[in-house]
C-alpha cells in the first residue's frame, strides 16, 4: 500500500492549484514582458527562499533580455508566524543596481514590513524603477502600505505554504498553494 505524501497532515485544503497558478504565472510573465518591452537592463531580483518557484517559472514567461539576483532577509524570528518587523539583510545582491530597472519578485506580502524595508534598502541605491512582483497578496493584514504593480492572486488571512512558501522550511516544493491545518500551526 502507497502511503499518503508526508504533507496531507498538516493540509486543510488546496487553495490555488498548480495549474491555476501556472496559468497565472504565464499571465504576469506577459505583461510584465510589454510592461518591460523597451527595457534595456532589466533585473528580477528574487527575495530568498520563498520567491524562487516563482521566479523561475515567471523567468521563463518573459521575453525580454534580462538577469537575475537574489537577496535573502529575515523577517520572522525562530518559529515566529507573523513579521517582528525587523528585518535583517542575510545576502545581499551580488549586482549593483544603479540606473537598472529592477523588479523585485517575492512570494507573499503580508504585514508588508518586509517589503517596505527592501525598498527602502534599494531605493537608496539609484535604481532607474523599482516595482514589485508578488506571487500573494493577504490585504487584510497589512500593517504597512505597499503599492503592487504585479500580482498573482489576493488571499484571506490563511497561514499557507507550497510553491515556495514553507511550514517550518518544509514543503517549498509543492506544486500548488494550500493552507495549513489550523491545529499544525498550534
Ligand atoms: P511580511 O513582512 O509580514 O509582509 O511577511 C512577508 C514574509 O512572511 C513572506 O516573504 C513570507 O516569507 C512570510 N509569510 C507571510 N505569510 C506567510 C504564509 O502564509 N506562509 C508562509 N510564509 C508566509
Ligand atoms: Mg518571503
Redesign the pocket.
Known sequence: MTQPAPYTQFLEEILITESQIQQRVAELGATISEYYAQSQNLLLVC?LK?GVLFLTDLMRHITVPHAIDFMAVS??GEGAR??TGQVRILMDLAQSITDRDVLLV??????????NYILNQLHARNPRSLRICTLLS?PS?REVDISIDFLGFEIED????GYG??LDERFRNMPFIGVVKPEALA
Request: charged share 30%; hydrophobic share 40%; aromatic share 12%.
Open positions: 527575495i520563498g523577517s520572522y507573523a513579521s517575492e512570494d507573499i506580502i503580508d504585514s508588508g514590513h518586509t517589503l493577504k493584514r490563511k497561514f499557507v505554504f512558501l514553507d
